[in-house]
């Protein structure tokens, strides 16, 4: 057994999803290189499988700790590190680190929870406080962070305040791969217009689950449209529009895959707002490393 | 070759529908008695299968003749009975039976064209027509037609005018089977508390893919809640909410499955409107018998 970690000598971070994984070394100066990255996400590890892949992360970088990150920390992960509740400070999330050997830390996520309003998010907390502590997203302002599970997040005198997830993503590739939808989804998505149409038309109505039947209907009755850009356009528009209602007025600072906060991007600027785009890889570099200080 | 069909013998009315079928033997006094139900739905029949399908139905009740109606006219069926535009009345129907054999008919679908508002329905509008043709819905008024794809239907006239279709049954479905929400749906739906708890949110609020997350939330975060009672009522709030924007004002005649229709009629209630209940099958059989008498 190691003694305690040094993490001023440099760590590994690990950004540990649901179905893939990444893994950096991030030098005392900050500088990262990239160690790894592969589809082993966390229902990819067999049961009992975690000592030996936590050993060939260790491998990568010999002697130096581990920060991990994401979906490792859910009850379908290697150790469940419960929900920090939402108001939260990076000072929190690190206060509640969970520690399953001498040399690893495990991010919590952080939960919302107000009479039937419940909310949880599980990775992007580090990239959304990550973010702020480098002077990238403002102490009182909005956050989307677009994914499977988009977030809106109000965050509230630096912390993580109240949030809401929309199943833009999940619902997307769900439409793409099964019932009446998935021939007219299977193409590339992009901002052009026919997703600046749905975009608008996601934004302005509130008719989500009639409007996916109208891209049926067009196909069969001959009128000529990129069906999958509509579509996201629809769900992200859709998405944008509750979204605004719950963070209210000002910019709204998007983290997450460039090329979906570029997707929505385009959407704030169809419904008059700003918008500011940040890798959410990036962000998460800037959390662990936020994180990390906190620990030497 | 047999000679024209003579309707006025009594006739073998088949509801072909996409993942089953049932077929009736409609006599002369226009009683009905059950023949068939199977799960032999168009796309169970294999390319060439209907020349023996067809003769198993003819043996059923030998010499008469066959009324099929629903998707056994789509592309995937038997043979293609195009779209009647909308506005649709029964005559213009019976104007568009396909006739593929000397004794049998298809009953065609209805399309709604104007602009980019496109849609479609197959199997819906033997039943609204026919419920109208004995007197069950008004010439002029609203008809709902829940199902995979729920249909709110602007009767006028005495015509299937415009109309909306709405994937709800077909997004609980998927979201039963895939994805995150798959073990909290697995249950029976019941039109309990919860239930309307998720239709009164439905109602009011144009936030369901926001919405649905927070069912996984609150089981994350030990709320307890009949989830797919829950979901059933937001996916059917929401549904109601739309159709209900579309139709106008005034009592709603529900057509359909009776499980689904008294889910419907309790989200209407919630949403101070009247309606009444007319059992789907019973609906075609008018349907079929108001088609017959004018092929007499």
């Not at 002077?135 to 909005?142: E, H, N």
């Not at 891209?215 to 449209?225: D, K, N, Q, Y």
């Amino acid at each position: 057994m190691a003694g305690m970690a040094d993490w001023r000598q440099g760590f590994i971070a690990v950004d540990w999803g649901t179905t893939n994984r990444r893994a950096w070394g991030v030098a005392p100066t900050g500088e990262a290189v990239d160690l790894l990255e592969d589809g082993l996400g966390v229902l990819k590890v067999a049961p009992g499988g975690y000592t030996g892949e936590l050993d060939r992360l260790r491998a990568l970088w010999p002697g130096r700790p581990l920060l991990l990150g994401g979906m490792i920390g859910s009850n379908r992960g290697w150790v469940e590190a419960p929900y920090v509740p939402a108001p939260a400070r990076l000072e929190a999330l690190v206060g509640a680190l969970k520690r399953p050997a001498s040399d690893a830390v495990i991010v919590p996520g952080v939960s919302w929870l107000e009479g039937r309003h419940a909310d949880v998010m599980r990775g992007e907390e580090a990239q959304i406080l990550g973010a702020h502590a480098a002077g990238l997203v403002t102490a009182d302002g909005s956050v989307c962070h677009p994914g499977t599970h988009c977030k809106w997040v109000r965050v509230q005198g630096g912390a993580i305040g109240p949030f809401r997830s929309v199943m833009t993503g999940e619902l997307f590739a769900m439409l793409g791969r099964h019932g009446i939808l998935q021939d007219r989804l299977s193409g590339a998505v992009a901002a052009n217009e026919d997703f600046r149409a749905g975009a608008e038309h996601g934004l302005r109505h509130a008719d989500l689950t009639a409007e996916l039947f109208s891209i049926r209907a067009r196909f069969l009755l001959g009128v000529e449209e990129d069906s999958a850009s509509f579509a996201s356009g629809l769900l992200i528009g859709t998405d944008v529009r509750i979204g605004l209602e719950f963070v209210g007025a000002g910019p709204v600072a998007l983290i997450g895959r460039p090329d979906l906060t570029a997707l929505y991007a385009e959407a704030l600027r169809l419904a008059g707002r700003e918008s500011t785009e940040l890798d959410g890889e990036r962000a998460f570099l800037l959390g662990a490393r936020a994180i990390a200080e906190r620990l030497s």
